[in-house]
């Protein structure tokens, strides 16, 4: 029995170090919109794309459509398995339109929004500094900003943009309160 209706797909996204791991893992944690299911896109990538990033070299999109794929395919499979989970929330840099777009149409009809994490550039690069471990340093931070093509809710109907520099316990009660006056 699929229970594709029933799940509903809300990404995260922004540049590297915009916060989009720790507000979705928060998000969550903290069961702010029900039961979910959190994915990391940082764990889809393939070694050869990790070794590229962490040498500083940009993705392509030939790069990154089999990511986009991998995680295209594991959204469905937790949206036709599981039968409580009622968001599966996603932390993906979706930079680009043409990513979000294979995302939200890979899993359609599963209803999909896109919250969208803008952080200025010295915030990212004070984040990035100071963060351990992680395969994307300082010198893809211009390259991220580069290819962002940032969504609004004009151009991206249900989009919604939140200011990155926040506190993720602030944003986590943002998203709360608009949630609980929309339709979802």
Not at 7 to 14: A, E, H, N, P, T
Not at 67 to 79: A, F, N, R
Not at 107 to 135: K, M, N, T
Request: charged share 20%; aromatic share 4%; with cysteine.
């Amino acid at each position: 029995m699929l229970h594709t209706q029933q799940v509903k797909v809300l990404i995260v996204m922004g540049v590297a170090g915009s916060g989009k791991t720790t507000l979705a893992r928060a998000l969550v944690d903290g069961s702010i919109l029900g039961l979910a299911e959190f994915l990391d896109a940082d764990s889809f990538h393939s070694q050869s794309n990790i070794d590229k990033m962490s040498q500083g070299l940009p993705l392509t999109d030939q790069d990154r459509l089999p990511w986009l794929k991998s995680i295209s395919t594991k959204m469905i499979s937790i949206s036709t398995i599981s039968t409580n989970v009622q968001w599966i929330i996603l932390a993906c840099s979706c930079l680009k339109r043409l990513y979000r777009d294979t995302l939200c149409h890979a899993v359609h009809p599963i209803e999909s929004r896109i919250v969208y994490l803008e952080c200025r550039q010295d915030i990212i690069v004070q984040r990035i500094q100071a963060r351990q471990g992680h395969f994307v340093g300082l010198n893809l931070v211009q390259s991220q900003f580069d290819a962002l093509e940032a969504p609004s809710p004009t151009s991206e109907p249900g989009t919604i943009v939140l200011d990155g520099s926040k506190p993720v316990d602030v944003l986590c009660q943002d998203l709360k309160r608009l949630f609980a006056g929309i339709q979802v």
